[in-house]
């Protein structure tokens, strides 16, 4: 902790967060396990079949889906983007919008789901909505029109708006769904990408292996695509219903997404594992119904406002869809606030609790620091700094929590021990109050998570807890569980010129990307990523930067097509990305702070602290930076490489 500007005596503010940090530190090592990662199954990778089975489709419908007319084997299309989430879905806007899908065999949509939505499709729980305000989140309200219904819009809203959107660029009848990608690979002799998918065609059919060709392949395969539970010796032995909040299981509780009245849970005792942004989300509508509620917990989350209302149409119409681009400005100037980068002049136009921390901008990057040299006394001061600044909101989160909770007992228990870039910040109106009613159980493990698991309930701290229903609010691997390889994260091959995957390039050599969306020796793929690149707090603005840069990238790079006749590969250079790299070296020291930190999916459970002795691979580690000086910064790096003619894409012709 740095001393004060005052001299060599630290105040009283830094005696404070210097304690707090101790506190930090203890409460972090009390999570951390060896196993990191290892710790997890993927449901779709779980040997046993029941676990396995948990991530199945509940809302496909295959009858629907088998009377469409099948995609030919072989079939061949310029684009094929994997991922009908909002990632895949305005991308295809962005590639219709610039002019270069123009015919029916232009586009090809592929996603396992069974329907358009991505994260949204899947996550049908009760209480489900974004909390990230929807006239910032909901892409495209220009130009579909759409108003949203709430400041913070229910899950089927927003399902339904991915629906609108693809209904109206007509990307219905570009889609495959309830399809596996298993692997692509380049052939450089026709310069085309051969994907091979299974088509899963539900119980009455058998399901179908294809190749599709592609001149464009494109992976947009988001952040969470698949959900896993922790390995709870016995798990599988639980003799009452068990299912995981991304295919909530309406069967058992009663109910439907659109009207989540759970009456099957009464009479019941319901155990949900599991405290992130989704339990905080469902953990009130299932105290509603059961008769008792035992809630797991391994780390509190730090729970804030969310302050819900309905859209007020005259707000709509006179603050907020005021004029033409107001959806960006109002992404920019969300992202603005959480980033640090707010002047006293600009006004806060969503003013929620999301925007009023700033030190959130250790996970997402702040554009005033510039970079931080590598050296322990400026990085200590840079946490120091970061540190002060969320000081005042951990403090507040904690005192909520007080002001909250009747019982001084559950109230300790509740308190996040970590700053706010640690782990994910939850929203709620109603999460710590139900932990007021006499039905509600909190069964905090201090950090150590659930033992084991009978056929009658689960263990925790020594004891055993009976159960009817078992709920996995366990979340998914993240996005750095796989040093941030978007191939290995959505369980496909990608097999670039040479024979050589991603993978095993990135294994190899590190990270290495242009701008985090392409890779050399893979032309003509380029995948949605934040490693080497920059997110924001707001994927769906992270998304519309991206998908409007890399559609700019093609329609210029096929503007630059070697002769008439002729198709576009486009490819990186191999000067270009070990440049990029060598710069995103230097944004490495900005997220020491994540390094302390409790383990979550953010810093892949604590793995990513494991510095590894070796120079060589730490050099590796090295790159697996992102960009730090927040999204904005990053948006005009990207403007400023279109203006400059995509310099470092290299275009080659092949012939029609
Ligand atoms: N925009 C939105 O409104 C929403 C966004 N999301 C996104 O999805 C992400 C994932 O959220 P979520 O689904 O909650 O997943 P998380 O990974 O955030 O949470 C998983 C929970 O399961 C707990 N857990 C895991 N293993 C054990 C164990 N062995 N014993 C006890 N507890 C255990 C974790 O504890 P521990 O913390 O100790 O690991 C954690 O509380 C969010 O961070 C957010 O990005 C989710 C919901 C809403």
């Avoid at 994260?119 to 009760?126: C, D, S």
């Avoid at 922790?230 to 032995?237: F, M, Q, R, T």
């Avoid at 806060?348 to 996970?363: G, I, K, Q, T």
């Avoid at 554009?367 to 040299?373: F, Q, R």
Wanted: proline fraction near 6%; hydrophobic fraction near 35%.
């Amino acid at each position: 902790m740095a001393t004060s500007d005052a001299g060599q005596i630290p105040s009283a503010e830094d005696l404070k967060l210097y304690t707090l940090q101790q506190k930090y530190a203890e409460e972090a090592a009390k999570r951390f396990r060896p196993e990191f990662t290892a710790q997890f199954v993927s449901l779709a990778d779980a040997d046993d079949k029941r676990i396995h089975a948990l991530g199945d489709d509940p809302w496909v419908d295959h009858t629907a889906l088998n009377a469409k007319p099948p995609v030919a084997d072989g079939a061949r299309y310029k684009f094929v983007v994997l991922g009908t989430g909002f990632g895949g879905i305005i991308f295809a806007v962005r590639l219709i919008e610039a002019g270069l899908v123009k015919g029916p065999q232009d586009l090809l949509l592929i996603d396992t789901a069974g329907g358009f939505g991505g994260t949204w499709y899947w996550n049908r729980y009760p209480g489900l909505h974004c909390d990230i305000e929807s006239y910032t989140y909901l892409p495209l309200l220009e130009e579909t029109g759409f108003v949203p219904k709430f400041r913070y819009s229910p899950g089927y809203e927003i399902r339904e708006h991915a629906e609108r959107i693809a209904t109206k660029w007509n990307l219905n009848d570009k889609v495959l769904f309830r399809t596996k990608t298993n692997s692509a690979r380049w052939d450089d002799a026709g310069k085309v990408w051969n994907i091979a998918v299974t088509e899963n065609r539900g119980p009455a059919e058998p399901s179908r292996d294809l190749t599709i060709k592609a001149e464009y392949f494109m992976s947009c395969v988001g952040v969470f695509p698949k959900p896993h539970a922790p390995k709870i010796p016995g798990l599988n032995s639980f003799a009452g219903p068990l299912f995981h909040t991304s295919r909530w299981d309406y069967s058992v509780t009663g109910g439907s997404q659109d009207s989540p009245e759970l009456t099957k849970l009464e009479g019941k005792r319901v155990g949900i594992i599991g405290t992130g942004a989704t339990a905080v989300q469902a953990v009130p509508a299932l105290a509603k119904y059961a008769k008792e509620l035992y809630v797991f917990q391994r780390t509190p989350s730090s729970v804030w406002p969310r302050d819900q209302r309905p859209t007020d149409p005259e707000e709509w119409k006179t603050k907020i869809a005021t004029h033409p681009g107001w959806q960006l400005e109002r992404m920019a100037n969300l992202n603005a606030f959480l980033t640090n980068a707010a002047t006293e002049d600009l006004p806060n136009l969503v003013d929620d609790a999301w925007s009023r921390m700033p030190a959130y901008c250790a996970n997402v990057g702040c554009p005033k620091w510039g970079y931080i040299e590598p050296t322990p006394e400026k990085i200590g001061e840079h946490i120091g700094r970061l540190m002060r600044l969320d000081l005042a909101n951990a403090e507040a989160a904690r005192a909520r929590v007080d002001a909250t909770i009747k019982d001084p007992t559950t109230a300790a228990k509740l308190k996040a021990w970590y700053p706010v870039w640690c782990k994910r910040p939850t929203f709620s109106d109603d999460y710590l109050e139900t932990f007021n009613l006499p039905h509600v159980h909190l069964v905090d493990t201090d950090g150590k998570g659930v033992e084991s698991s009978t056929s009658k309930g689960l263990v925790a701290g020594g004891s055993e807890y009976d159960l009817d229903i078992l709920i996995l609010g366990t979340g998914y691997e993240g996005p750095v569980t796989h040093d941030g390889d978007p191939t290995a994260r959505a369980d496909f091959s990608v097999t670039g010129r040479e024979g050589r995957t991603l993978s095993q390039k990135w294994a190899e050599q590190g990270v290495t990307t242009l701008h985090g969306f392409s890779s050399h020796g893979f032309p003509n793929f380029f995948f949605q990523n934040a490693v080497q690149g920059a997110s924001g707090a707001n994927y769906a603005y992270s998304l519309e930067t991206w998908s409007r840069h890399l559609a700019d990238v093609i329609r210029q790079a096929e503007e630059r097509a070697p002769a008439p006749g002729k198709r576009v590969v486009v490819e990186n250079t191999v000067e270009a990305e070990e440049a990029w790299a060598g710069e995103l070296m230097r944004h490495g020291p900005y997220y020491a702070s994540m390094m302390g930190c409790t383990p979550s999916y953010n810093n892949a459970e604590g793995a990513m602290a494991q510095m590894p002795s070796d120079p060589a691979e730490m050099m590796k580690k090295a790159r697996l930076a992102a960009w730090s000086f927040g999204l904005e910064s990053f948006a005009k790096v990207l403007e400023d490489f279109r203006k400059g003619g995509v310099k470092g894409f290299e275009v080659t012709g092949a012939d029609v």
